[in-house]
């Protein structure tokens, strides 16, 4: 059974930084692109960045782009989100997710961490 | 980017009650749709793949039909365990979005 854990989050100023890490077990991560998806409270999904197996490519949203950088640590098995310049509106959520199929292009999302809080407060 | 549109954004229903949601994309996706549940403070749980391919495990009273731009997800008889927060998701190209949510409710 795939298992998805994300540590890292908590309170933090605006302005500053968090790292988090999204941790497998019953697979191997490289084997999968692994995306984050985040949710700010009481509000919808919304994709924030992916990286691929090989850690070739990587993606973000407009929203993150500069700020958030995701790497492979591939002898721990772990995705690190390194987020920078914090802001209120990265409040949120944010989930791993393991990428079950793809178009080609893109693809969906069959297995999901249970999620960590980020908060952005002064 | 493509943009998702649910609707009803939410909706109320009995127990036993046949309900569809609506999924809308600004540009067709051909079949490159998913479909989630999530129930408060969980995950979102995958139902459904490529508009109508369900994935192991859920109950056949979910069903996902569309291609190109209009998607629905359909639930016949709905159970207790059904209310939940259904979202869309397209993933035809980078970046993927997902819909506004449609909260199914008691009633």
């Known amino acids: 059974q795939v298992q998805l854990v994300e540590s890292g989050g908590g309170v933090v100023q605006p302005g500053r930084s968090l790292r988090l890490s999204c941790a497998a077990s019953g697979v191997t991560l490289s084997n999968y692109v692994i995306h984050w998806v985040r949710q700010a409270p009481g509000k919808g999904l919304e994709w924030v960045a992916a990286?691929?197996?090989?850690?070739?490519?990587?993606y973000y949203a407009d929203s993150v782009k500069g700020r958030l950088t995701l790497s492979w640590d591939t002898s721990k098995n772990t995705v690190s989100l390194q987020m920078d310049s914090l802001g209120l509106e990265d409040t949120a959520v944010y989930y791993c997710?393991?990428?079950?199929?793809?178009?080609?292009?893109?693809?969906?999302?069959?297995?999901w961490g249970q999620g960590a809080l980020v908060t952005v407060s002064s | 980017d493509i943009q998702m549109t649910q609707s009803p954004s939410a909706l109320s229903a009995f127990v036993g009650d046949r309900v569809t949601v609506t999924c809308r994309a600004s540009q067709s996706i051909s079949n490159w749709l998913a479909w989630y549940q999530q129930k408060p403070g969980k995950a979102p749980r995958l139902l459904i793949s490529?508009?109508?391919s369900l994935e192991s495990g859920v109950p056949p009273r979910f069903s996902g039909s569309g291609s190109g731009t209009e998607f629905t997800l359909t639930i016949t008889s709905l159970q207790p365990d059904d209310f939940a927060t259904y979202y869309c998701q397209h993933y035809e190209s980078y970046f993927p979005t997902f819909g506004q949510g449609t909260k199914v409710e008691i009633k």
């Open positions: 490529k508009a109508s």
């Open positions: 997710a393991t990428e079950g199929g793809t178009s080609g292009k893109c693809g969906f999302f069959n297995y």
């Open positions: 990286i691929s197996g090989d850690g070739h490519s990587k």
